[in-house]
Every structure is written in C-alpha cells, then in structure tokens.
C-alpha cells in the first residue's frame, strides 16, 4: 500500500516524467545510431568473404599480425593510424595484386563493445555508444581494406595457469597488464572467477569475441545468420600454461590457436631500427606478432622499414587464411602454431 501511495506523490510524479523523459532521448538516439538495416553493403559482404590470392609454389609469404585492436579513442585514433599507414604502404595498387600488403588483426572483444577499463573508463552511455559504433566501423573497414579480423579473446585476460589474486597475476606478468574489470558493471559475467580458467570459462571468453565481430560485421539483429569470419584465436599474453583446457575449448569452438615470433614492439625501449631487425631476423618462421598502435606510432615507424626490406627480397604480406590456404596447412582446431 505504501508503494502505491508514493505513486501518486508530487516528487514520484516529478521522478516519473524525467524517467520517462531520460527513455525517450536514448530511444531517439539508439534509433538514430544503430541503423535498423542489418545486410552490409554489398561491396562490404564481398569483402567478408575473404577473397583468397594464389601464389606461385615456393613464394615467400609472410603475415603481418597486430593484437589488441580496435583502440580509436576521441583525439587518438591509433587503429585508424595503423590501417592508413598501411594503405599508404599500398597506394596504387589494388586488393588482388600480390603485392598489395593484407595483414590479420587479432580483436579484443571489450574494445570493440568500448568496455575497455583502460581506454574507456568514465564515459558516459552516449559516449560509449559513439565508441562502439566507431569500433564497429574500424572492424568493418579492416575488412574493406582486405585485412583479416581474428579472435583475441573477450576481456583480454589472462588464460595460463599462473595463481590470480585480486587482479594480479604472480608468475611475471605485472598487474597492469591485466586488465581490472571490476569497475565495468557491463562486465559482470566475466567476473568472480578463479583462476587458472576452467573450459567452460575460457570457452565463453572466446566464444563472445567471436559475436562480437560478427555483431560488428552484420548488426545486432542479423549475426548469428552468417558464418563466423573469425576463423584464428590467439591467447592474450600468447599463454600455453592451461593447456589442456585452452585446447578443448578452442577445438569445441573450431579454432586453432595461432602464435609466432613476436617483435617485442611493446617494450618502450626497442627503437623502430631493433623491432624491424628482430622481424628481420625471424622472417622465415612466416609470421610476426605486433600490437595495435595504442601506445604510441612507433609500430607505423617499423612498418615503414620492415615492409619494404621484405619486399626488396620478394616476400608477399598475406593474411593468415591466404597462407593456411598456400601451404594448404590444414591447420587442426584446438591445436597450438608458432610458425608455418
Ligand atoms: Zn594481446
């Protein structure tokens, strides 16, 4: 009776009309930034279905990968960076030339949703909205621009073995490179676990990545009606520890887990020369792990000297799916790849 009576009071009359108000808005504004057409352009859903180039037998191929992407935050737009740099490494030539320079991007789930507790905390609804939608964007146009997206797991944590306790991890990863989703209510279902992961748990990691590009691709309404176009997972922290059950869920899943050299770009003290050299050095194990530019261009820098070295000695920058397809690798779900 009480309840009731509240009801009927000025101040509840007063809350209620703000209430209905405050919906009213986000209506009109959902409504004006999610478009309720759910087919991609035609020239975007030829582009999702990866066209594969051929090489001649014996052609040096040689893949690109960059973790951790999408970053675009207001005044840094670090993937936006990244993809033009690479277009501009491109001019002149068009998607189906050999020449033309495709890379494979692993995607963190949470960035493309903008819950990221280090690029968005703070923002508002309205803001995080604009976010994702500008993620959703950078996805689509990763694709456009005839680049591989993958899977880099959903909250970017860690999947070894290692004890966890309160968001720090004690076998030499430092608690900054994990991040703290405590504070991210959106977030909840990946909270309260305990670590290492079991199946399951990391099994649902992967398994919301893989929607979430597909949500990014297709739409909300539409996603679960074509194939997944994430057909690659990679472990944050390229982690191995939890094998067992990391193997089992990717095979459930249908992933296999790629790995590789990585460039150490993400160490501030490697100059662009170094991180070049060391891609140099490992050029033959056909792969190379590099991050988004979320910390700095510096990834631009080497790619500017590391993509014309390779070429001078007839490599051709593929994505992994082109390379899996010329090596014809039949590549095993659940299965762990360091090199080709
Ligand atoms: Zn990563």
Redesign the pocket.
Known sequence: MKKILFLFTGKALYLGLTCISAFALLFVFLGCNSPANPDPPPLLREAYTAKLRTFAPGAKLFVLTF??GPSNVPGAPHTENLLNALNNLNAGLTEDDPNYIKATM?L?GMRIDALDPILDTGINFIEKEKRKTERRALVQRMLADGHEVAN?SYT?TYLGGGTFVDGIVEDGLSIYDIPDISGIPELAKFKNRQWPLNKAEIANEIQECQDTIQKAIYGDDNYKNFPYVSKFFRT??TSIENTTNLENATAELNLPIIHGPSSDDYFSWHTPQEIADIIWRDRYEKISIN?DPVTGTKIIDVLNIIIPRLKDEGWYFVTLSELDNHLDSKLIPGQIYVNF
């Open positions: 973790d951790d692993f963190i880099h970017h944050p922290f991050h």
